[in-house]
């Protein structure tokens, strides 16, 4: 009795100072699968495991990732099946509580992105894999917006996001679509294509000639397996350019090899 009581304390001990289950990718969460069937309890219950309790002022969770603490929120959910098992794949949002204020308030001021991918299995949600929790993103302390997150078909069973973010300044606007993807039990950035670039705000009547260089992201499923080939395609904006640039995908680098020659149609 004494030992099974021993154990108990000593398993009580181990609890109190291990990393929490939000940590261990491939581990079991403490969040029910029962909870994935009213997306507002698995939000609660996410938001929690991950991050800490909600804070009534700020209307958020609150929680220390990386030694800084971060007011972090609901974004986006998507659900779906890889080979007979579901999975969630979810985006929070949020900012570093800098000073213990709100969100900076600047152009250079990035905000912070949670991915977190669980998958359904048995009574308990496991956590298959996941980023640092709080990835430098966006700008004006705000990471982009629900809308420009697409969950997509990156492989074969294979699924990650597309983020599409830019930049203006000095009359130009730039867009890149960002793809990530899962890793292990990480969730990586797999590459930052080029889809957009026009000088709108330089060009016209005595300056120099106005242009839109404008592409869409297409995952090509007839080429690549485990990570599809991504093909630029040229959109109806466009004022030139080809009709396409093939992308490939490394494997050895994880990463997506832009061609050469988008590379310098989009710096010109």
Not at 70 to 89: F, N
Not at 203 to 212: D, F, I, P, S, T
Request: hydrophobic share 35%; aromatic share 8%; glycine share 14%.
């Amino acid at each position: 009795m004494r030992l099974r009581n021993l154990a108990c304390l000593l398993i009580l001990a181990v609890a109190l100072v291990a990393p929490p289950l939000s940590a261990l990718a491939g581990s079991r969460t403490g969040i029910s699968s029962a909870a994935a069937a009213e997306p507002r309890k698995l939000w609660a219950a996410v938001m929690e495991q991950f991050y800490g309790g909600y804070d009534k002022a700020r209307k958020c969770w609150i929680g220390k990732i990386g030694g800084e603490r971060q007011c972090m929120y609901p974004h986006r959910l998507d659900t779906v099946s890889e080979g007979g098992t579901v999975r969630h794949y979810i985006v929070t949002g949020g900012y570093p509580m800098t000073g213990g204020r709100g969100p900076d308030g600047c152009h250079v001021c990035t905000g912070s992105l949670g991915l977190i991918v669980l998958e359904e299995a048995g009574k308990w949600l496991e956590l298959a894999a996941r980023n640092s929790l709080a990835e430098q993103s966006g700008s004006w302390g705000r990471i982009a917006p629900e809308e420009n997150f697409r969950l997509r078909e990156i492989g074969d069973g294979r699924h990650g996001w597309t983020m599409e973010t830019g930049w203006s300044g000095q009359g130009y606007n730039l867009g890149a679509t960002v793809v990530y993807g899962v890793a292990g039990n990480d969730v990586i950035e797999l590459g930052s294509i080029p889809v957009h670039a026009d000088n709108s705000g330089t060009c016209g009547e005595g300056l120099r000639a106005c242009y839109v260089r404008s592409y869409e992201v297409v995952f090509d499923p007839g080429a690549g397996s485990s990570h599809y080939d991504i093909v630029m395609r040229k959109t109806g904006e466009a004022t030139e350019g080809p009709d396409s640039f093939r992308v490939p995908f490394d494997e050895a680098a994880l990463k997506y090899e832009i061609p050469a020659e988008a590379e310098a149609f989009f710096d010109q």
